[in-house]
């Protein structure tokens, strides 16, 4: 079984300022890994997706994260923030085959 | 191309009543998934299916019932409801499951049963 670990449920920062939304995982077969984002009063939408090779994915609209195998994390980040970016944010892992388990999301607010 | 598409969007019940949630996906997918999201709670999985004909049970099934008769259509039927189903449902479609399918998510259902 896996599990998924968001580790902050709110982050308040100002617009052009850097964030980082955390994620830990715990799982004991390889997974897949996603962020999700989810824009007030719309459905999930997927940001981007680590597979294999490199570490490191980015998204169209400039939010990476950096799949670290040891630390069992997948760190979303962002160097600096719009306020359209304001959303909730999910974290989700999936075995090879098998279901999509979603962490408790973070609520990312922008303030100008 | 509609992706998927949810109807009813906000919903009121009253305890006990019934009611029935649709969902109708354009893209041809096998896979089709019904998620509850309560506050702090991320999503949880209620009952997918992977074909017409074929549901199985997700991680909170209790006090739902699906049917998947054709491969557009999943709806979700809640029988009896309870303050406790008081949630945002989402339904969800992808190819196949597993591996980097992309789940692609309806626009939500917001229930409140009082």
């Known amino acids: 079984a896996q599990s998924v670990t968001q580790l902050d449920s709110q982050v308040p920062v100002f617009e052009e300022a850097p964030v980082e939304l955390r994620c830990n995982y715990s799982s004991s077969v390889s997974v897949y890994l996603f962020w999700y984002v989810q824009y007030p009063n719309q459905g999930l939408q997927l940001l981007l997706k680590?597979?294999?090779?490199?570490?490191l994915v980015e998204s169209i609209n400039g939010f990476e994260a950096e799949f670290n195998k040891s630390q069992t994390s997948f760190h979303l980040r962002k160097p600096s923030v719009h306020i359209s970016d304001t959303a909730e944010y999910f974290c989700a892992v999936r075995p090879s085959y098998g279901k999509l388990t979603f962490g408790q999301g973070t609520i990312l607010t922008v303030h100008p | 191309n509609a992706g998927v598409t949810q109807t009813p969007k906000f919903r009121i019940l009253k305890i006990g009543q019934s009611m029935t949630l649709q969902c109708t996906q354009d893209m041809n997918h096998n896979y089709m998934y019904w998620y509850r999201q309560d506050p702090g709670m991320g999503l949880k999985l209620i009952y997918y299916?992977?074909?017409?004909?074929?549901?199985d049970k997700g991680e909170v099934p209790n006090g739902y019932n699906v049917s998947r008769s054709t491969t557009e259509d999943f709806p979700l039927r809640l029988e009896l409801a309870a303050p406790s189903q008081t949630s945002v449902y989402f339904c969800?479609?992808?190819?196949?499951?597993?591996?980097?399918?992309?789940?692609?998510f309806g626009p939500g259902t917001r229930l409140t049963v009082l």
């Open positions: 299916s992977v074909g017409a004909g074929i549901t």
């Open positions: 969800a479609s992808s190819y196949y499951q597993g591996g980097d399918n992309e789940q692609f």
């Open positions: 680590y597979l294999s090779g490199s570490t």
